[in-house]
């Protein structure tokens, strides 16, 4: 006889602001994608996919980092981020998102956008040395 399993929620995990609106927005993007017409949503529609993970990966690895460290992936995350919102508003040009559900991303987007910059720009005051080669 099979033994019951009990199935528990996830703990409430605290994560940082800014990978919290990236959660909410990549989980709005999965329930989107639905939604992509075939011709976009296994080319177009998965490379959005591709930089949503790349910009949620950087953050993450960049959290984790002693501070002197973090730099090099916050913007790594900033320059995920703004291809994500350009292949985005590609997906929209050619009418495979809705000007609703494209919107409703973009907004979630530019405020992730606004607080990685605010980061970057922290970090920099903190450790002006690493952007001197720029």
């Not at 409430?12 to 800014?18: D, M």
Request: proline share 4%; aromatic share 12%; charged share 25%.
């Amino acid at each position: 006889m099979r033994e019951k399993t009990t199935i528990k929620t996830p703990p409430n995990a605290k994560f940082l602001p800014v990978l919290e609106i990236m959660k909410s927005a990549y989980i709005l993007w999965q329930d989107y994608l639905t939604f992509v017409p075939k011709t976009s949503k296994y080319s177009l529609g998965k490379t959005i996919d591709k930089y949503f993970i790349q910009t949620i990966e950087s953050i993450l690895v960049a959290s984790f980092l002693e501070k002197q460290e973090k730099q090099p992936f916050v913007r790594k995350a900033i320059v995920s981020l703004d291809t994500l919102k350009f292949l985005l508003y590609i997906l929209w040009e050619i009418k495979g998102i809705d000007v609703k559900k494209f919107t409703v991303l973009s907004e979630k987007l530019a405020e992730a956008g606004k607080q990685l910059g605010g980061w970057h720009g922290q970090l920099a005051k903190k450790n002006p040395a690493s952007d001197a080669g720029k």
